[in-house]
């Protein structure tokens, strides 16, 4: 645990002593600040230079936009939490070699964009006026809490024929939980904290489910889906990669690793092939790989 988050943990329980609502704002300001950005790692940065960059202006900020390739088929990539779009250079490459536009962007307070503070809503906007802008996507990508943002906004918004969540959550609910216990959350404390969370985002838990929850509301019929996580990721358990797997049986294929983590699927090569499979030919092409029973699994 960094020194950063150890003293926040400690105010918040200080606070709690006095009061939880405070103690639950205290929280919530720390939930919706992503921290210091990632910098362009040396092997990301060609990629990154290669990108066609842009900027559109959302809230008040500017939101770094990008593009390679100039396939007629559009892939989305959406980076996590705390990362950015040059993190998913190793899908970049791989998409555009495929013969497909590559489109993406630093959400507010990531990357090169603007802004300190960011929340799902943030992705959504940017991701429907880049889905009007390039008429579409055939495939969503996403990262961790891209991840999310994925799942929703192929069932809401921007359709695609194929989704790809890499070591990503089922709903908000699963950050929250996560958030809840890195920081020691009472009871009282966690209740009044996830109570305005759902009000910043001008949702109740009711509407955050129909929503968000892509396991209470799965994508459409006509979408198929591609989920990877590690065991033994510990920023974000495997738990609701089941669930989503689960959820959408017949269409989904699943991938489990051990030993990478959080953020080295992203360069796996299993989980490469996986990804560029569906998005190219769908869940018949990730059987066809040649990857373990194990690692590779269907739901029907």
């Known amino acids: 645990m960094s020194a950063s988050v150890t003293a926040l943990r400690r105010s918040i329980r200080i606070s709690a002593a006095l009061s939880p609502t405070i103690a639950a704002r205290l929280a919530l300001s720390a939930f919706f600040r992503p921290g210091p950005k990632m910098a362009v790692h040396e092997r990301d940065s060609a990629t990154d230079l290669a990108g066609h960059r842009e900027f559109l202006r959302l809230r008040g900020h500017d939101v770094a936009t990008y593009r390679w390739g100039a396939g007629e088929r559009t892939v989305l990539l959406l980076h996590g939490w705390q990362g950015r779009a040059s993190q998913l250079a190793p899908l970049v490459r791989e998409l555009v070699a ?8 630093d959400a507010p307070a990531h990357g090169a964009s603007d802004g300190r503070r960011a929340d799902i809503t943030d992705w959504l ?33 921007a359709e695609a024929r194929s989704v790809a969540v890499i070591a ?13 216990a890195m920081f020691g959350l009472d009871d009282s404390t ?18 955050a489910i129909a929503h968000y929850d892509a396991v209470a509301r799965p994508l459409p019929n006509t979408t198929e ?11 974000m358990p495997d738990a609701d990669a089941l669930r989503l797997h689960e959820a959408h049986r ?4 699943l991938i489990r690793t051990t030993g990478l983590g ?20 769908g869940v018949d092409a990730v059987d066809a790989l040649d990857a373990e029973p194990a690692q590779i699994g269907s739901a029907r």
Do not use: K, M
Not at 168 to 180: G, I, K, V
Not at 226 to 232: F, K, P, Q, S, T
Not at 263 to 271: E, G, H, P, Y
């Open 98 to 105: 495929s013969g497909y536009r590559v489109v993406s962007f």
């Open 225 to 235: 889906l591609l989920v990877a996580h590690d065991r033994e990721d510990r920023r």
């Open 190 to 207: 966690r209740t009044e904290f996830e109570r305005l969370f759902y009000a910043r985002l001008g949702e109740t838990p009711a509407t």
């Open 250 to 253: 017949g269409r989904s294929r």
């Open 262 to 281: 959080h953020t080295r699927l992203i360069s796996d090569d299993a989980v490469l092939d996986a990804v560029i499979a569906i998005v190219t030919g």
């Open 125 to 157: 906007d940017v991701t429907s006026r880049l889905s009007h802008r390039y008429g579409g996507f055939d495939a969503i990508v996403g990262h961790c809490f891209g991840g999310l943002a994925a799942l929703a906004a192929a069932r809401d918004d």
């Open 168 to 180: 990503a959550a089922a709903s908000p609910a699963a950050f929250l939980h996560e958030f809840s």
